[in-house]
């Protein structure tokens, strides 16, 4: 080949395009880790709502189950105080009960006496001896 045909066909690529694409293949190159970085940045932003948006239904959940414990912590208290007046009830039966229940001095049950738990005793060692 002759110099001149080399040099033709060097000139012709170059002029068809050629030297426009080794000017930009930086550009081309930038442009596309741009996009990358574009794209992985919009990958953690959705990462990010996403995990937002389950720590504030999870912290509306604790705000719930916060709410429930304290009403079943009331719930529980109340009903300690209930069992505890049941339980004074229990025993005041239980002191002014009436033994002998065949006899016609029998005590009434709690409620219907006004008597003390010494006069209970007192009214029961009395019915003993007789």
Known sequence: ????????????????????????????????????KEKEDNRWSKLCDELQDQIESLNERLVKKDER??????????????????????AKATLLKCSKLACKDRIPPLGY????????IRFNKQMEQE
């Open 1 to 36: 080949m002759e110099w001149t045909t080399i040099i033709v066909a060097i000139v012709g690529a170059l002029a068809g395009g050629g030297l426009v694409s080794l000017l930009t293949i930086r550009e081309t190159k930038k442009g596309k880790q741009l996009e990358n």
């Open 69 to 90: 414990i304290t009403d079943l912590e009331d719930t529980n208290a109340a009903l300690h105080i209930k069992l505890d007046e049941s339980n004074t009830a229990l």
């Open 113 to 120: 006496s006004e008597l003390t738990p010494e006069e209970v």
